[in-house]
């Protein structure tokens, strides 16, 4: 099976834009979370879908936003960049919503200017 | 909210030596799961060793075990026989068995692997 794939691997943006990112997860797998990887505050939950309905959200601004669609592939999106998203963005994927093991993608590194 | 506290930033273990990764959490649930994953300089994230808080035996994937004490909540990772693919950052991750995908993830240890 193929993995968990993102799309763009690489982007560079400039503040106030805004941005969307693509996670197509593991053939079958219907979760999909998102997490921020940054050297200052390491790995942080962003949100989950399941089944095209947001299931748990971490604490970011309402700048970050995400949808899954039917065929369990989702996007995120963030509004009016800041600096400060600089980041690298990692997709992961598990079966369910309750199957515990999650498996990543390789990410999307983001570049605010 | 649950914290995984991993105290060593980077640590460093000779080829075909042994090497142990620690790492604690904080909870007041009692059941959950634990993860070790690795992130190569390529980024992707790989699963190494999963365990189940409920039971008591340690998880073995081939050359990685753990220790893990929950009464300690304490969850090391062992890496024996050392090679230089091991070469990476490691992540302990919590994930509560509430339901729901949401990790907390420790800060990471960089792992070196000398020649």
């Given at each position: 099976k193929a993995g968990v794939t993102q799309t763009?691997?690489?982007l560079i943006k400039t503040r106030g834009q805004q941005v969307t990112l693509s996670c197509s997860p593991i053939s079958g797998h219907r979760s999909v979370s998102w997490y921020q990887q940054t050297p200052g505050q390491g790995l942080q939950f962003l949100f989950e879908y399941f089944s095209e309905t947001q299931r748990n959200k971490g604490n970011f601004p309402g700048r970050?936003?995400?949808r899954q669609f039917s065929n369990s592939r989702s996007e995120?999106?963030?509004?009016?960049l800041e600096l400060g998203d600089s980041a690298l963005y990692l997709c992961a994927s598990s079966l369910g919503h309750t199957q515990e093991t999650q498996y990543f993608g390789p990410g999307t590194r983001l570049l605010v200017l | 909210?649950?914290?995984v506290t991993q105290s060593q930033p980077e640590m460093s273990v000779q080829e075909a030596e042994t090497v142990t990764l620690s790492c604690t959490y904080d909870t007041s649930e009692s059941d959950y799961y634990l993860f070790w994953?690795?992130?190569p300089p390529s980024r992707q994230m790989i699963l190494v060793?999963?365990?189940?808080?409920y039971k008591q035996q340690n998880a073995t994937e081939n050359r990685f075990s753990v220790n893990f004490q929950k009464a300690a909540k304490s969850f090391s990772l062992k890496?024996?026989?050392?090679?230089l693919g091991d070469a990476a950052m490691y992540f302990c991750a919590y994930r509560s068995a509430l339901g729901g995908n949401q990790f907390y993830f420790g800060t990471g240890t960089?792992?070196?692997?000398i020649p």
């Open positions: 763009p691997r690489y970050f936003s995400g995120m999106n963030v509004s009016t | 909210a649950q914290t994953y690795k992130q060793i999963r365990q189940e808080a890496i024996s026989d050392s090679q960089s792992l070196t692997v």
